[in-house]
Each structure stands twice: as C-alpha cells, then as structure tokens.
C-alpha cells in the first residue's frame, strides 16, 4: 500500500542534542512538507518542499533543518537552536510539484519528540 | 495574514445529536477548503474538500460541509452522530501556492 512512513514513532532526547526524524513516501508525490502539532494550535508549517533539491521555509522554520536528495524522502533536523522542541511532528505530501497545488495533503502518522 | 478559526475547541455530544463545527477563514480570493479528522491514535486524514462547484460537498462516513463565500465560512455537519465519530476535526485553507493553514481544531467527544 501505498502511504507515509515516519520514523521514529516517538523519540526522547536530552536538551542540546540534535534529532533527526525521517519521513519516506512511496506515493511518487512531487511535494512533501513538515508540519509540527500542538495542542491548541492546530498544524503549523516548519518546511516544505517542491521537488527533488529544493525546499522552503514555512513559518516556524527557526531552529530546524531539512534536505531533499532524493523524491521519496524528506528528513526534519530538530537542531538544539529550536527553543521549545517538543511536540508532535507529522510529515505530508501532495501530488503537485511546481504546478499549481491543490493544497490536497497526505499525513504520515506523526513522531512524537520529549525533550528531557 | 490568512488565518482560519474554528469556533469550538472542545464540543461533548450523544449519540444521535446533530454536528455542526464552525469554520471561517480571512482571505479575499480564490480558495480550496478541506476538513481533515485524527481519530484516536491515527493519522490524520482528508474527511472531505471543496474546490469549486457546489457549494454543499459531500466527504466520509455520512459528513458534509457547506461553502458560503459571502461569510468566508466552510462549516462541517452530520445529522446524527456515532460514538465512533470521536477524534479532532482541523479546517484547513490552500490559496494556490505550498502553504495550507490549518485552524486550532475542535475535539469532539462522542457519549456512547
């Protein structure tokens, strides 16, 4: 089937360390993208990307790196700059590239981080 | 800057009640609305959309949502609501370009 795997499901570190989340589609989608969730704040957009090498900032980029190198993969760096880092992180896709997008997303089950 | 509002952070229903939960977003132009659900210990997932035509659209397991562009409002309804409706509904709003804002998202409980 096809689908968003996210791995790890939850995730414990210690302040100052960097946390790299991975996030792997087989969905041959162009776009993928990471949002992070907290309570009462619905889903905020930390990164996204159109195709293959290229990515952008979304709002809450500070603190946190990505890299594209390959279509089917799209990891989120929580680097020790990100001042308050937990949370629920989920990765998504969308069939669009460069083409106008529909914003019609794909969610992968989510990673949960627990700074100690 | 584009924002959406979901009225309702937390709404408590019995079985059989009628659902409605608000959804209003602030931008002037062309629009693509969606209502995405996360039950319980699940990823989230599209419950319905609209793009254009008829306003009422239809989504999953018996809900719909109403467009009125002239109050900027996408609401979600089901007439009669099932225990296993329990999860939190997000509104969500696409301009055209990469970035879907999402509303703060309404828990719904269900009472079996």
Redesign the interface.
């Known amino acids: 089937d096809g689908g968003i795997t996210q791995s790890p499901k939850y995730l414990f570190r210690k302040e100052g360390q960097n946390v790299t989340l991975s996030c792997e589609q087989n969905l041959n989608h162009d776009?993928m993208?990471w949002?992070r969730q907290d309570p009462?704040?619905?889903?905020?957009?930390i990164y996204?990307s159109?195709i293959v090498n290229d990515f952008?900032k979304?709002?809450i980029a500070e603190g946190y790196s990505v890299s594209r190198e390959k279509k089917e993969s799209f990891p989120l760096t929580v680097t020790s700059a990100q001042k308050n880092p937990t949370a629920f992180y989920?990765c998504a896709s969308s069939k669009e590239g460069r083409s106008?997008?529909?914003?019609?997303?794909?969610?992968?089950?989510?990673s949960r981080l627990t700074v100690l | 800057a584009q924002s959406v509002s979901q009225h309702n952070h937390h709404v408590i229903l019995s079985e059989a009640a009628s659902l409605e939960l608000g959804c209003n977003y602030s931008y002037g132009g062309t629009v693509n609305l969606f209502w995405y659900v996360q039950y319980p210990g699940q990823h989230l997932q599209l419950l319905l959309k609209y793009f254009s035509g008829d306003p009422l659209v239809k989504g999953i397991k018996g809900f719909e949502a109403e467009f009125i562009k002239s109050k900027f409002s996408f609401n979600l309804r089901k007439p009669s609501v099932q225990w296993s409706d329990t999860a939190e509904y997000f509104c969500a709003v696409n301009t055209g370009g990469f970035k879907t804002i999402f509303g703060a998202g309404t828990r719904l409980f269900v009472k079996a």
């Open positions: 776009a993208y949002y009462g704040q619905g889903l905020r957009l996204y159109q952008q979304g709002d989920l106008q997008n529909t914003g019609e997303l794909f969610f992968g089950e989510g």
